[in-house]
């Protein structure tokens, strides 16, 4: 986050550490980043949606086109309206992110492998009935 | 307030930006940069429970039991338009947060009146489309595919709705409250919230959506 995005109106100047203080922050700028992340965003949406009608894209890539936009706008999104950034009071935001796409990628292509891998040892139900018999 | 900005430099001056490296340097946090960091931890948590309702729909997105499939009900112009619907609130969300910066009371009150119509369309399209399926026998209860859906689609859903709420709440506070400094960072923890809702619905338009047009 940015530090200027929501300051205390300065008081008697006696700013204690830790109490947010005054700086300056300008309407024009913010507007510009949000004006820039809603057109790249705008961009990538409308990009995804063309995806699946096109034949451009070779049929058995478009999936992957997909997530690749999806990803692509996630991280836009992280830019430029939550304000993730390289700042260091925003190294804590970015660890605690890091961490948690851990956690998403072992939540979710954990599932999808452990899933796969038991539906292609079950056996079919015509090995089931002969092993009935 | 830029009156005031000789009396701040009278006093030793806080570290300068260049000088903080977030290890402690320049004294402890602002503290709306440690309210920020609380609330991100709970948006982690929250996005780490939506990956378990996201794995469920992948694993079980062909188990339509002989039911009907992803291609033969979704309906993506539906879905186009809720997501312009997100996008763009999320975009008058963040005006709003500019606003907020400024000070500007009508400015907050009207982007955030736009955040929150925009917001509701998209729980109506939604609550819309549910009821569309429900009526065309494709309810939760038709399949693995159709249980797994509800309760992701439901799921962020859910969170519009709560959102919302906590959107009005925020309306309300302003203008009884004005820009107090609890306030301004109980905002900032709703922004935050809101842009995380967006982001979660673009994995859920790309993944259930987009995906399921394909097969």
């Not at chain 1, 804590?92 to 040892?121: D, K, T, Y």
Request: contains cysteine; aromatic residues 10%; charged residues 10%.
């Amino acid at each position: 986050m940015k530090d200027n995005v929501f300051p205390l109106p300065a008081g008697d100047g006696d700013i204690a550490p830790g109490v947010d203080n005054e700086e300056h922050s300008s309407f024009k700028a913010g507007l510009r980043s949000y004006l820039i992340g809603l057109a790249i965003a705008a961009a990538l949406t409308v990009a995804s949606f063309w995806a699946v009608d096109t034949h451009l894209i070779y049929g058995a890539g478009v999936p992957a086109a997909i997530v690749t936009l999806a990803i692509a706008q996630m991280g836009i999104h992280l830019v430029f309206f939550l304000h993730i950034t390289t700042a260091p009071d925003n190294t804590n935001n970015v660890l605690a992110l890091a961490f948690g796409v851990i956690i998403v990628a072992f939540v979710v292509l954990g599932s999808l492998w452990i899933m796969a891998h038991l539906s292609q040892m079950q056996p079919s139900m015509e090995q089931l009935m002969r092993m009935q018999r | 307030m830029s009156a005031e900005a000789p009396a701040v430099s009278m006093i030793a001056a806080p570290a300068s930006p260049v000088d903080v490296t977030g290890h402690g340097d320049g004294g402890p946090a602002p503290r709306h940069i440690i309210v920020g960091y609380g609330f991100w931890i709970f948006l982690i948590s929250d996005i780490v429970m939506f990956s378990a309702f996201f794995a469920a729909y992948a694993v079980l997105a062909s188990a339509t039991a002989g039911g009907p499939g992803p291609k033969q009900l979704f309906d993506l112009h539906n879905v186009a338009i809720e997501t312009a619907c997100l996008l763009l609130s999320s975009f008058s969300c963040g005006i709003a947060s500019l606003a907020v910066a400024d000070r500007r009371i009508w400015l907050t009150q009207g982007a955030l009146l736009v955040t929150g119509l925009l917001g509701a369309t998209f729980l109506g399209l939604e609550v819309h489309e549910f009821a569309h399926l429900v009526a065309a026998n494709a309810g939760p209860e038709r399949s693995a595919f159709l249980s797994s859906f509800f309760a992701l689609v439901g799921c962020h859903g859910a969170h519009i709705t709560a959102g919302l709420l906590w959107l009005g709440t925020m309306m309300a506070q302003f203008q009884a409250k004005g820009f107090r400094a609890d306030i301004r960072r109980r905002y900032l923890c709703f922004s935050l919230f809101w842009h995380a809702l967006d982001i979660v619905w673009v994995a859920i338009f790309s993944l259930v959506y987009l995906n399921g047009a394909l097969t």
